[in-house]
């Protein structure tokens, strides 16, 4: 006969040679390997503290004739943790979704169990083809008071476990990132950038339940970010971008009252449009400027100052290096 | 500041609103579309929704444990006459209002949200919560009226309802002890702040259906 047998991690296991009397003389295999006979006790095989690599096929044979007498599937595995478990609303009002997996591994199978109470009422959460570890619910009615209870319980043949999560109606719905973040530069526009995006699909309802936005732009160049928060519209221009700096996007959303933000978007790219061929001085003095302060309006009066044609003689150069001085000395207040 | 603004309010509507419910012609000094004012019953909730969330923390740890822990989750005992009107709709039905039964709606609940709140006034512990609950009421008191107000603007009739605030709840048998009564008033704030999510909602929809051109009177309401 031939079975399978689960067996914790670190405990000690004895196997017994199906009917065999301990005294009777037999050969054990692991996955087809012959075991030594320091780890028999007669008839019984008895393995130490075991590990996950001791998982497999054991058979036993009686001595002489070579019969198979036993043989199991031994599974090293723990029993589960507690699950980790989160609900979210992607689509309010049609309903939520629930998803769930383990923190560590435990080798062997699980089963899952997810239950649903509002109320007093019993729902169903469908469970999801793909992903696993998912299912689905529609809400019956809106605008509800009473909170929805769900508990997800797993099993394997080591023992269970189990999580609750409490919640209202309200305080789950989380929009997915919006999609299609286009970034474009705006032509003869050197600190415009034209920022386009839509609303995530998987939100039904726009036009009830409007969705507001934040977008958050900064250069590569730079740590910090700027933002922007949009109640409306799904475009925005940005008009105080560095000029031939490439830049790096994102927006989020949120439902116009209730819930949390989503997620970012994926990030885009874009650089503002410049005049073609670039002018190396201006270049220099806008890398100066932008290292000495992370302020969004410092770039451009130093360079117009410094750049027009008047450059001649020492006396215009005093007047450049008192303007870079003074702005210099303005950006360290920022700092 | 919050109090000065409030107190004036307060004295303001209740030397014009004893008894409900026609809207009195006051201070015609402009005419905006009923756009506008949805807009400003719709920013009336928001800040009613935010004022709660301060006077309801304070409310609940003035009646004490379980009320007040996060996660007290009470089955809701089903009365013979329900007290305050609920927020929950079915999804379709919701959906399928028209603009007067939406307000209508709005209008009910917060008439007598606001009843019983002021029936909370005269009983509530601390000097604090007292001037809390009264601020909070004022500013209801607003909102019922901004509702009035875009109702008025669009030729609906406003719902009757009780021309004073009722000595006691009216149908509804009044709570046996004193653990249901806080579970009465654990209710009341729990409806209270659904209707106010619920309202963002409402108010959005009607945003996007009133035509722009439709012309009313606006109150001259300070500072809310």
Known sequence: ESHTQYERVGADVTMKCGSMDWDAAVTWTANGTDIDESHLNGSYLILKNVDLSQSGQYSCYEGSSWHLKYQTNLRVGTPPKEPVLMCRSNNYPKGFYCSWHLPTPTYIPNSFNISVIHGTKDMVCEKDAVPKNRCHIRYLQLFSTVKYKVTLTVTNPLGKNFTTLTFDEFAIVKPDPPESVVAKPVPNNPRRLEVSWQNPSSWPDPESFPLKFFLRYRPLILDQWQHVELSDGTSHTITDAYAGKEYIIQVAAKDNDIGTWSDWSVAVHATPWTEEPKHLTTEAQITETTSASTSSFMAPPTTKICDKGAVVGSGAMAVCWTAGLVVAAYSVLFI | ?224
């Open chain 2, 1 to 224: 500041s919050p109090t000065g603004d409030s107190w004036g309010i307060f004295t303001f509507l209740c030397a014009a609103l004893c008894n409900l419910p026609a809207l009195p012609a006051l201070n015609c000094s402009e005419e905006l579309g009923a756009g506008q004012s949805i807009q400003q019953t719709y920013d009336l909730t928001r800040y009613l929704e935010h004022q709660l969330r301060t006077l309801a923390g304070t409310y609940l740890n003035y009646l004490g444990p379980p009320f007040n822990e996060p996660d007290f989750n009470p089955p809701r005992l089903v009365r013979a006459e329900p007290r305050v009107p609920s927020a929950t709709v079915d999804l379709d039905l919701w959906r399928g209002l028209t603009d007067n039964a939406r307000l209508a709606a709005n209008y009910r609940a917060y008439s007598r949200l606001l009843c019983y709140l002021r029936l909370l006034d005269g009983q509530v512990g601390t000097a604090e919560l007292r001037h809390r609950l009264a601020h909070f009421c004022a500013s209801l008191q607003g909102l019922v009226l901004s509702i009035g107000g875009v109702m008025s603007s669009l030729g609906y009739p406003l719902p009757a309802g009780p021309a004073a605030p009722p000595a006691g709840p009216p149908g509804a048998p009044a709570a046996p002890n004193d653990f249901l009564k806080k579970m009465d008033d654990f209710w009341l704030l729990k409806e209270l702040q659904t209707w106010l999510w619920r309202s963002a909602k409402d108010f959005n929809r009607l945003k996007k259906k009133v035509p722009p051109a439709v012309v009313t009177l606006r109150l001259e309401a300070r500072g809310f």
